[in-house]
């Protein structure tokens, strides 16, 4: 089992990627759309691993949505880091992760990749199959904690 640990510039969102891929395997992906080109995102995914997402202060995060709103986009509000994508599907999350957070970067290329032919029904089921099972820890202030499946 590896685990890749990530954050937001200024560490507001941690991340924690475990997966049986070794690092340097996983499949990057380029999404086209033109959130993901501004951010300059290259994003992974292992629908067989598990991610752990700890927001440190909640009211430093933004959930950002488009288009189809299929997707929660993760966004520090203060250092402006574009961190996760989120599926919230009933009481699981998927999520994949942008690997430019990384500790350690990865050296493959990003796979260019394009879904706007898509319906949101069949983004959905893409995300489901292909996401990561997230767990989210959401901190909101020195003694709150709540944990979101």
Not at 97 to 109: G, I, K
Not at 126 to 144: D, F, H, Q
Request: charged share 25%; hydrophobic share 30%; aromatic share 8%.
């Amino acid at each position: 089992m590896y685990t890749l640990h990530g954050h937001c510039h200024c560490n507001q969102i941690r991340l924690e990627l475990r997966t049986e891929q070794r690092p340097e395997e996983l499949r990057l992906r380029a999404c086209q759309c033109s959130f993901c080109r501004r951010h300059g995102a290259r994003t992974t995914s292992d629908p067989k691993g598990t991610l752990r997402i700890v927001l440190s202060n909640c009211e430093a995060v933004s959930y950002y949505q488009f288009e189809s709103r299929t997707a929660e986009f993760l966004v520090c509000s203060r250092c402006g880091t574009f961190s996760t994508a989120l599926l919230r599907d009933g009481d699981r999350h998927y999520a994949t992760v942008n690997a430019n957070t990384f500790d350690v970067p990865l050296p493959q290329e990003a796979e260019p990749v394009d879904y706007a032919t898509e319906s949101p029904e069949q983004r959905i089921a893409r995300r489901r199959s292909i996401w990561t099972p997230a767990e989210i820890i959401e901190n909101w202030g020195t003694y709150s904690e709540r944990r979101i499946r």
